[in-house]
């Protein structure tokens, strides 16, 4: 089955940048689109950025348009999110989600997989 393994989450301070991975292992054929959520303490998951890899189209939270990209790199089976000018608000355990198709990209309940996730710590 689909494992996906996130890394690149740290400590930075506001107005920071960093790059997290998701690196996608078994059979990735079987889901068409990818996505980032992310979770703060007491808060409940939410939708950051979602890519379909079959055309590239990607999709937003207005709270992170014009400072988040996703992207992916099919020849390393790896999903990223650039994040720049980084807010104290950013701060949560990032996870990286996968399904065959969604509707809604940020209903979390569409996708099939997940990671264990990478925190990430604004101050």
């Known amino acids: 089955h689909v494992q996906l393994v996130e890394s690149g989450g740290d400590l930075v301070h506001s107005g920071g940048s960093l790059r997290l991975s998701c690196v996608e292992s078994?059979?990735?054929?079987?889901?068409?689109?990818m996505a980032w959520f992310r979770q703060a303490p007491g808060k409940e998951r939410e939708g950051v950025a979602a890519?379909?890899?079959?055309?590239?189209?990607?999709y937003y939270a207005d709270s992170v348009k014009g400072r988040f990209t996703i992207s992916q790199d099919n020849a390393k089976n790896t999903l990223y999110l650039q994040m720049n000018s980084l807010k104290p608000e950013d701060t949560a355990m990032y996870y990286c989600?996968?399904?065959?198709?969604?509707?809604?990209?940020?209903?979390?309940?569409?996708?099939?997989?997940w990671g264990q996730g990478t925190q990430v710590t604004v101050s």
């Open positions: 890519i379909y890899t079959g055309g590239g189209s990607t």
């Open positions: 078994g059979p990735v054929y079987e889901h068409n689109y």
């Open positions: 989600a996968a399904a065959p198709f969604v509707r809604d990209w940020w209903h979390l309940n569409e996708y099939n997989y």
